[in-house]
């Protein structure tokens, strides 16, 4: 058995025995052996895919390691002083992601699944709380500001096939592109296979199922257009957001 399996058993048998009080806090220091382990070897354990389906079983990505410690370190107070946590995290993001731009600014408690599909701009902003869910491509632009407690689907479950649960149905994978310099608000959802244009806004609490064309101000369960936010016309010093 492995060292995960013996702590296991031991704590099985200290709730079924009504043992836990008064062993607690020696089992929890126990395990922190685990995470000595893991800082030692960069090992750790992943359970199989309980989405099956048609899906891959997922192989450990080459990254697993630094998106773990990653995971730990925003469980420290460390995480919470930003003047170090930011950089931290940024570093980490450009050894994990297929693309992170320069001065991105990463908050505590961003989740995403493996990260070599994602693709952040220069500049870009993601706030706590943020689940980028990258089993499909996911490309984030410069400049775009991600509010907290966003979440961005690239993947949906088939729900046609009757012989079957949904849960264990496998997953399609459609990919996200958000443009540059748009604005995620407050909990918005976006989900798979959309595609947000330039310099876009959407509203808190939005759910975005369809694609949306650049300089649109969009809100809603489901989100729908609310105005453009086109600049003057004579206005000749419009920022561009940096392209590639």
Not at 21 to 28: I, Y
Not at 173 to 187: C, D, E, F, H, K
Not at 238 to 243: F, M, T
Request: hydrophobic content about 40%; proline content about 8%; glycine content about 8%.
């Amino acid at each position: 058995m492995s060292y995960e399996d013996d702590l296991l058993a031991e704590f099985a048998d200290l709730v079924a025995r009504d043992e836990l009080v008064g062993q607690a806090s020696r089992f929890l220091a126990d395990t922190a052996g685990l995470v000595d382990r893991f800082h030692a070897t960069g090992e750790f354990y992943i359970p199989p895919d309980p989405f099956k389906g048609t899906a891959r079983q997922p192989e450990p990505e080459p990254t697993a390691f630094y998106t773990m410690f990653w995971r730990m370190f925003d469980k420290t107070p460390a995480s919470m002083l930003q003047g170090f946590a930011i950089p931290l995290r940024r570093i980490l993001a450009q050894r994990i992601f297929k693309h992170c731009g320069d001065n991105t600014i990463i908050h505590h408690n961003v989740l995403f699944n493996v990260g070599s599909n994602i693709e952040l701009g220069e500049g870009a902003l993601l706030n706590r709380y943020v689940m980028l869910d990258d089993r499909a491509s996911l490309r984030i632009g410069a400049y775009t500001m991600v509010a907290a407690g966003v979440t961005i689907e690239t993947h949906t479950h088939p729900f046609d096939d009757f012989t079957q649960p949904i849960a264990i149905s496998g997953r399609a994978g459609r990919a996200v592109t958000i443009g540059p310099n748009t604005v995620l608000g407050y909990n918005t959802v976006v989900m798979a296979g959309v595609t947000i244009g330039e310099r876009c806004i959407v509203g808190a609490n939005s759910v975005v199922t369809k694609d949306v064309p650049d300089f649109t101000v969009v809100g809603g369960v489901p989100a729908k257009p609310i105005k453009r936010i086109l600049p003057p016309p004579d206005d000749v010093d419009v920022w561009q957001p940096p392209r590639g």
